[in-house]
Nanobody, 128 residues
Framework: QVLLVESGGGLVQAGGSLRLSCAASGRTFTTDLMGWFRQAPGKEREFVAAIRWGDSSTYYPDSAKGRFTISRVYAKNTMYLQMNSLKPEDTAVYYC?????????????????????WGQGTQVTVSS
């Protein structure tokens, strides 16, 4: 069993930055894939970024490249999402997730259904 706890959300003006954290407790493995998703009201959960726990390989959708950076500190069992140049359309609840049987095809790691564990989410609101 794995418990994921996000923190770091809040209210920020457009153009500002936030760093989200996701602390994982329980059994994690170097083969795990951890990801960030977001969900705005009335919209589907959307893939933001993912990182392979063992070697820090990263995966982003085109929409996040250049503004968002995912990272992790292995010794702390913590993953981060640095978000820069935030826009009002980035407003959403941000979730971290863990996939213990990852398939490294974008069809799979961008899909929320592929992930086994989820955090409770943290709200990010970007004002214009």
């Amino acid at each position: 069993q794995v418990l994921l706890v996000e923190s770091g959300g809040g209210l920020v003006q457009a153009g500002g930055s936030l760093r989200l954290s996701c602390a994982a407790s329980g059994r994690t493995f170097t083969t795990d894939l951890m990801g960030w998703f977001r969900q705005a009201p009335g919209k589907e959960r959307e893939f933001v970024a993912a990182i392979r726990w063992g070697d820090s390989s990263t995966y982003y959708p085109d929409s996040a490249k250049g503004r968002f950076t995912i990272s992790r500190v292995y010794a702390k069992n913590t993953m981060y999402l640095q978000m820069n140049s935030l826009k009002p359309e980035d407003t959403a609840v941000y979730y971290c997730a863990l996939d213990q049987r990852p398939i490294y095809s974008s069809t799979y790691y961008t899909s929320a259904a592929s992930y086994d564990y989820w955090g409770q989410g943290t709200q990010v609101t970007v004002s214009s």
